[in-house]
């Protein structure tokens, strides 16, 4: 009984979403991210989505918070891309979403 409790407990902390929240200054941030003009610079294609439900895995797909606490990840949009861990480019439709360099994947558990 004791090992399913814990394992109860522990699901929530391994199921990976993204919700991210922007912060205002680089030390608040998790990850430093920039946006490129072109998919072929990214690293992550990623779709923002309207709810925080749809925001399941890591997979490209983000739900912007209100709150730094609701936040799995905090982000902070740089000005050049050599400031940047991840560089990231928007995408239209939610299938287009995903990692194109899976070395940096780390960055967003």
Known sequence: ??????????????????KVFSVEYSNQSDVKVFVVEYE?????????????????GNNGLWYFVDY?????????????SNQSDLKIFFVKYKNQSGWRDKSKQHLMY
Not at 1 to 18: N, W
Not at 41 to 46: E, F, N, P, R
Not at 69 to 74: R, V, Y
């Open 68 to 80: 730094p606490n609701q936040s799995d990840k905090k982000i902070y949009f740089v000005e050049y």
């Open 1 to 18: 009984m004791k090992y399913l409790l814990i394992i109860l407990f522990l699901i929530p902390l391994t199921s990976y979403s993204q």
């Open 40 to 56: 072929n610079q990214c690293d992550l294609k990623v779709f923002k989505v309207e709810y925080p439900n749809q925001s399941d």
